[in-house]
C-alpha cells in the first residue's frame, strides 16, 4: 500500500530515430549524433521517501533483473547523493515493463525517473547541474531521458540539443527477446579509439511538419549500430524484416544498439493492426503498437492510469523482490 506522501514517475522507452557514430574518444566511449523520442509505453517507478534507500521490483520484467546494488535506480540515488548533502532518500519500487538490455534504455529511463523523484522529494529543479550531473555519472543514456525531450543527442549523450516540434510518431516497437550488450555491439563496429570520421547532420522535424514528412526525412539516415548488432545477434534481421513486411510500414528501423526494432505507420490503426499481426506470427516476442513524441510527464502518466498498451508480449511475471543496500 502506498504512503500518502508517495510519488511516482513514468520511466519511457527511449528510441533511437537515427543514429550515427561520429568518432571514438581516447577513453573508448564513441561520439553519437542521435535523434531521440519516446514511447508511450515504459516503466513506472515510485518512491516513499524514508532514511534508507532501497528497491523492490515487480511486473512483467522482474524475473529478469537481479535487485542490487548495479540497478540503476539505486545507482542514480547514489550519484545524487554525493552531491547533495543530506538527500532524502526512501524505499523506491519498479514495475518493470520493458525489456531489459534491449536498445530503448529501460534502465536508463529508470535512472531519470529516480533522479526526477529524488528532485522532487528535496525540492530541487531536475535541470539543477547536480541533477544533470548525476544523470551522466549514471550512464550516457540517462541525461537525454532527465530530459524526455525529442531533440538531437551528441557527444556520448551529455550534449543535447533544444526541443523538437516532433507530431506524435505512430509505430511498433518489437525485441525478438534476445538481450544485446551494448558494449558488445560498439565493439563489432570496431573503431579505433581517438578515430573521428565526419556523419551528415541527422534529419530533423521542422515545426508544422506532417507525418509523412517526418518519415520521409527519416528515411534518409539510418542506424551505425544495426549492422554490428546484426553481427552480434542476427535475429535482428529477421526482426527487421518482419516489421518491413507489416501493412503500411513506411520505415523500419532498429533503436540504440539493439535488439528492439521500430516501424512507423502513417496512422494509428496501422501500427495497431501491424502489431497484431506480429505478435500472432512471433508469440514469444514484445510487441507493442505505441507513438513516438516527447515523453509522457509524470502527471498525464499518472492520469491516464497504470495500465499497460493493449498489444503486449513479455517476459512471465513473478513475485516482487527487494534489496536494501
Ligand atoms: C547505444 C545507446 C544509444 O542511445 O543506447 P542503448 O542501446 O544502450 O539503448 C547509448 O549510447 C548507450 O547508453 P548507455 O546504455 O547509458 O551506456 P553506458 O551504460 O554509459 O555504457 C555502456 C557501454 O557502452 C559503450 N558506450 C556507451 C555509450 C557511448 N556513447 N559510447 C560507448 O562506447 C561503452 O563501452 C560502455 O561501457
Ligand atoms: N532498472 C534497470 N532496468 C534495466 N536494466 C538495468 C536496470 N538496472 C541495471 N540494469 C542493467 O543495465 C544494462 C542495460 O539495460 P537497459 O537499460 O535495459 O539496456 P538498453 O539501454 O540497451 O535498453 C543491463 O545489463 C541491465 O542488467
Redesign the pocket.
Known sequence: MEGSSTRAAFAPA?V?LT?A?AG??AD?????S?L?AFAEVGDDLTLTPGPVPSLAIDGPGAAVLAVDDDN?VLKAARALATRVPDLVTGAFCLTKRLPV????????ADAAAALRLLARANDIATDDPRVVAAAAE?????P?CLAGRVCL?E???ERLGPSLPCPALPAVLVNPGVP????A???ALALAPGKTRGVPPSPAPMPGSSVAAVIAALASAGND?QAPAISVAPIIARTLDAVARTNGCALARM????A?CFGLYHDDASAHAAARSLAEAHPGWWVVATRLGPALDDAARAGAGQEGPPTVRSAPTRAASTASP
Open positions: 527511449k533511437n543514429l557514430v571514438r574518444r573508448g566511449y564513441h561520439l553519437l542521435s531521440v540503476l538490455a534491449s536498445g530503448i534504455g529501460g534502465g536508463s549514471t550512464g550516457a543514456d540517462v537525454v543527442m557527444g556520448i549523450g544485446v550488450e551494448t558494449r555491439v560498439f565493439r549500430l533503436s540504440g544498439s539493439g528492439t
